[in-house]
C-alpha cells in the first residue's frame, strides 16, 4: 500500500513559479513510477509529468514543456513539481499518482488507468 500526500500548492500570479511535493509512506516508494496530474473546475483530470523510479525517463504534457520540472529525491521519498510561468489556464488542483506495483513502467504515463494509488491533491490558483 502507498500513501501519496500533496503539499505546495497556493495562489500566484501569472507568471510565477511554485513547486509542489508529493510525500509517499512505504519503503517501496523510491522503486515507483511517480506521475502528477490535475484537474481544473468542471474537465477531466490530465496528465502533466512523469518520472521513473530511477529518474532516467521524464514525461511531459506538451503544454508544461520547458516551463515544468520533474524530480524525485528517494531517500526523502518525495517527488517534486516544479512548476515557472504558470498561467491562468493552469488553475486546478493538482494530484500525484502511482501504479499499483513498484517497478512498473507505465507504457501510457499519460494515462490515468496506469495509475492506482493517488493523494488528496493541492489546489494551485493563478491570477491574470
Known amino acids: 500500500q502507498v500513501q501519496l500526500v500533496e503539499s505546495g500548492g497556493g495562489l500566484v500570479q501569472a507568471g510565477g513559479s511554485l513547486r509542489l511535493s508529493c510525500a509517499a509512506s512505504g519503503r517501496t516508494f523510491s522503486t515507483y513510477f511517480t506521475g502528477w496530474f490535475r484537474q481544473a473546475p468542471g474537465k477531466e483530470r490530465e496528465f502533466v509529468a512523469g518520472?521513473?523510479?530511477?529518474?532516467?525517463?521524464?514525461y511531459y504534457a506538451d503544454s508544461v514543456k520547458g516551463r515544468f520540472t520533474i524530480s524525485r529525491d528517494n531517500a526523502k521519498n518525495t517527488v517534486y513539481l516544479q512548476m515557472n510561468s504558470l498561467k491562468p489556464e493552469e488553475t486546478a488542483v493538482y494530484y500525484c499518482g502511482a501504479p499499483r506495483y513498484s517497478g512498473y513502467v507505465p507504457l501510457t504515463p499519460s494515462s490515468l488507468r496506469e495509475y492506482n494509488y493517488w493523494g488528496q491533491g493541492t489546489q494551485v490558483t493563478v491570477s491574470s
Open positions: 518520472i521513473n523510479w530511477r529518474e532516467t525517463n521524464t
